[in-house]
């Protein structure tokens, strides 16, 4: 059983968090950085998403270079996962694959295309407000 925190990105710069379980979180598996996702086949009807990232379950980024649902050492400059101040630096880091796998806890994506219903319920109650 598959639980992963979705984080929604949407043009306003604001994001929205969700979690999600199976059966709704096995449409994830298999997908990789930059893909596109349906709203419809996650509970967000009429919406499109774009993956853009994410983190395993202990914190390390997923990578769009590093192949598969795997777990690397990679030897990297300034870059995601990797915060170098010297000029010129590389250094050894691990990070996560580019495919959400089992070990995935969290899945960031982008909103491409809006629905007609809110993303979160107290976003709904802030637009009734104004």
Request: glycine share 12%; aromatic share 6%; no cysteine.
């Amino acid at each position: 059983m598959a639980e992963f925190k979705l984080v929604m990105s949407t043009k306003d710069g604001k994001s929205h968090q969700k979690e999600i379980k199976s059966p709704e979180s096995d449409y994830f598996f298999g997908k990789k950085i930059g893909d596109q996702i349906s709203g419809d086949s996650i509970g967000f009807p009429g919406y499109e998403f774009e993956l853009r990232g994410g983190s395993d379950s202990s914190g390390f980024p997923m990578r769009f270079d590093v192949v598969g649902p795997v777990r690397k050492k990679i030897l990297a400059a300034r870059s995601i996962g990797v915060k170098i101040k010297a000029r010129g630096l590389r250094v050894r880091k691990s990070v996560a694959g580019n495919t959400v796998g089992q070990n995935i806890a969290q899945i960031n994506l982008k909103v491409l295309k809006e629905g007609k219903e809110p993303l979160t319920p107290a976003q709904a109650s802030e637009e009734v407000a104004a």
